[in-house]
């Protein structure tokens, strides 16, 4: 099929891209950037006026809640649901029921995403057995059915020798271990500690669950040599140390979620549910921190954590609340807010550009070539290149609203008054390969 998208602009943040034109696709793929050939006939032309033609976002974690946790979450909503974001592209995290510690599950999971063609899937494989932190996954079967790294989610490894030999393991065949720093006795409790968690009085999570376990991972990277994606930083010395690590050079990565960047712990107010998240919370240093550290690289890219909960697990006690919130919808435009793309009628060329290299070509290079043949052409905006496309108004304002989510979880902290957020930018096409996954807007012919 041949597909005109005219009179849009065109933003690339990998190239710099940012003109208006037309991007024209065939078979999946974009054929001219700009200005289509002559003799190119289009089977459907697309109004694109007044909006933005980006690369499709690509989200580095999201948990579809399939297999085992189909109340929460299917795979069929939650895909929609990302392409309702304009992420086309989605990494999903191992923690299901069964995990995904054998190749068949994977295999299943990426069949079914396919044969749903919403959203392109790429899976993260545990890296221990049953997420147990005793024995090391077949990573290699693993690889061979599609993971592009491996992960214990949540469920810290206590034992560091284990940790070791699997990092060791990985790095013998240039495996990625996607890894969130918390120590496993100092990170159980329900809210960041301090002040407001010491009123409210919360069980806390000191900002040294997370440092330790950032030191003890760098110095096993030393060791190893492993590959490490540090997974959502919460604070400001979590920042620091990732600074530093990537200034020895070391093969670290890391990324920030859209709940950490833009609240705070004072945001729980008197026990709102919808804030229980985990990392939890921080103070505003440290929500500064973490926007300072993706504004200079330091952060590789913006996540949304998207985890759906159930209205059950959620409308409890603060302490007993399931943590977890719905992001994947929200990922744009909090990055627009972030950057602070969101602001006029047609969005300051540096600010977009900002926004959208966190959510496009930040995460792309953290995936590398575990992206496989999309590894040239992801989160960009390229002739030859696949046709994973986001169009979007950045001057539409929206409020978050249950009603207006397509996830089948419904709880957000973006959702409350309390938090004052008001959104802008909304999606209006997307592209997987050239096919429409979501589209809610532009007129056509």
């Given at each position: 099929m041949k597909i005109l998208i005219k009179n849009g602009r065109l933003v690339d943040p990998a190239s710099g891209l940012d003109q208006v034109g037309d991007l024209a696709i065939t078979s999946g793929r974009i054929s001219a950037i700009g200005q289509p050939n002559a003799d190119f006939m289009a089977d459907r032309v697309i109004d694109a006026t007044g909006l933005i033609?980006?690369?499709?976002?690509?989200?580095?974690?999201?948990?579809?809640?399939?297999?085992?946790?189909?109340?929460?979450?299917?795979?069929?909503?939650?895909?929609?649901?990302?392409?309702a974001g304009g992420v086309?592209?989605?990494?999903?995290?191992?923690?299901?029921?069964?995990?995904?510690?054998?190749?068949?599950?994977?295999?299943?999971?990426?069949?079914?995403?396919?044969?749903?063609?919403?959203?392109?899937?790429?899976?993260l494989g545990a890296l221990t057995r049953?997420?147990?932190?005793?024995?090391?996954?077949?990573?290699?079967?693993?690889?061979?059915?599609?993971?592009?790294?491996?992960?214990?989610a949540e469920v810290p490894i206590k034992d560091t020798q284990v940790l070791q030999r699997a990092m060791l393991y990985a790095s013998t065949f240039g495996y990625t271990v996607w890894l969130r720093p918390q120590d496993a006795w100092l990170g159980k409790g329900v809210a960041a500690s301090g002040p407001v968690a010491t009123r409210l009085g919360?069980?806390?999570?000191?900002?040294?669950?997370?440092?330790?376990?950032?030191?003890?991972?760098?110095?096993?990277?030393?060791?190893t040599g492993a590959r490490v994606h540090l997974c959502r930083i919460s604070s400001a010395a979590g920042v620091e140390l990732v600074r530093q690590a990537k200034a020895q050079k070391l093969p670290i990565t890391a990324d920030v979620s859209i709940n950490s960047l833009l609240l705070t712990d004072v945001d729980i107010g008197y026990f709102n549910s919808a804030m229980r998240v985990t990392p939890p919370l921080r103070q505003g240093r440290d929500r500064d921190a973490l926007q300072a550290g993706l504004l200079?690289?330091?952060?590789?890219?913006?996540?949304?954590?998207?985890?759906p909960v159930s209205e059950d697990e959620?409308?409890?006690?603060?302490?007993?609340?399931?943590?977890?919130?719905?992001?994947l919808e929200l990922l744009l435009s909090l990055a627009l807010k972030w950057a602070g793309a969101d602001q006029n009628d047609q969005p300051d060329a540096a600010k977009l550009r900002r926004a959208l290299a966190a959510v496009?070509?930040?995460?792309?290079?953290?995936?590398?070539?575990?992206?496989?043949?999309?590894?040239?052409?992801?989160?960009?905006?390229?002739?030859?290149?696949?046709a994973d496309v986001c169009v979007f108004d950045p001057t539409h304002r929206w409020q978050v609203t249950p009603d207006a989510l397509v996830s089948q979880g419904k709880h957000t902290p973006f959702a409350f008054e309390s938090t004052g957020f008001d959104l802008a930018g909304k999606v209006r096409l997307t592209l997987v390969a050239g096919q429409v996954a979501h589209e809610g807007g532009p007129s056509a012919a």
């Amino acid at each position: 099929m041949k597909i005109l998208i005219k009179n849009g602009r065109l933003v690339d943040p990998a190239s710099g891209l940012d003109q208006v034109g037309d991007l024209a696709i065939t078979s999946g793929r974009i054929s001219a950037i700009g200005q289509p050939n002559a003799d190119f006939m289009a089977d459907r032309v697309i109004d694109a006026t007044g909006l933005i033609v980006a690369p499709g976002l690509v989200d580095l974690a999201a948990r579809l809640r399939e297999p085992g946790y189909e109340h929460e979450g299917m795979l069929e909503s939650e895909l929609a649901a990302a392409a309702a974001g304009g992420v086309t592209s989605v990494v999903c995290l191992p923690d299901t029921d069964p995990t995904l510690d054998e190749p068949g599950l994977v295999e299943m999971l990426k069949l079914r995403a396919r044969k749903l063609s919403r959203c392109r899937l790429f899976p993260l494989g545990a890296l221990t057995r049953g997420l147990k932190g005793e024995t090391l996954t077949e990573m290699a079967e693993l690889h061979e059915a599609g993971c592009v790294g491996y992960s214990q989610a949540e469920v810290p490894i206590k034992d560091t020798q284990v940790l070791q030999r699997a990092m060791l393991y990985a790095s013998t065949f240039g495996y990625t271990v996607w890894l969130r720093p918390q120590d496993a006795w100092l990170g159980k409790g329900v809210a960041a500690s301090g002040p407001v968690a010491t009123r409210l009085g919360l069980s806390g999570v000191p900002v040294s669950a997370e440092t330790i376990a950032i030191h003890t991972i760098v110095e096993l990277v030393r060791a190893t040599g492993a590959r490490v994606h540090l997974c959502r930083i919460s604070s400001a010395a979590g920042v620091e140390l990732v600074r530093q690590a990537k200034a020895q050079k070391l093969p670290i990565t890391a990324d920030v979620s859209i709940n950490s960047l833009l609240l705070t712990d004072v945001d729980i107010g008197y026990f709102n549910s919808a804030m229980r998240v985990t990392p939890p919370l921080r103070q505003g240093r440290d929500r500064d921190a973490l926007q300072a550290g993706l504004l200079d690289g330091t952060l590789d890219a913006l996540v949304s954590d998207h985890t759906p909960v159930s209205e059950d697990e959620k409308t409890l006690p603060f302490g007993e609340a399931e943590p977890g919130a719905t992001g994947l919808e929200l990922l744009l435009s909090l990055a627009l807010k972030w950057a602070g793309a969101d602001q006029n009628d047609q969005p300051d060329a540096a600010k977009l550009r900002r926004a959208l290299a966190a959510v496009t070509t930040g995460p792309v290079r953290v995936l590398g070539e575990s992206l496989g043949s999309l590894s040239s052409s992801a989160g960009r905006l390229v002739t030859g290149g696949v046709a994973d496309v986001c169009v979007f108004d950045p001057t539409h304002r929206w409020q978050v609203t249950p009603d207006a989510l397509v996830s089948q979880g419904k709880h957000t902290p973006f959702a409350f008054e309390s938090t004052g957020f008001d959104l802008a930018g909304k999606v209006r096409l997307t592209l997987v390969a050239g096919q429409v996954a979501h589209e809610g807007g532009p007129s056509a012919a």
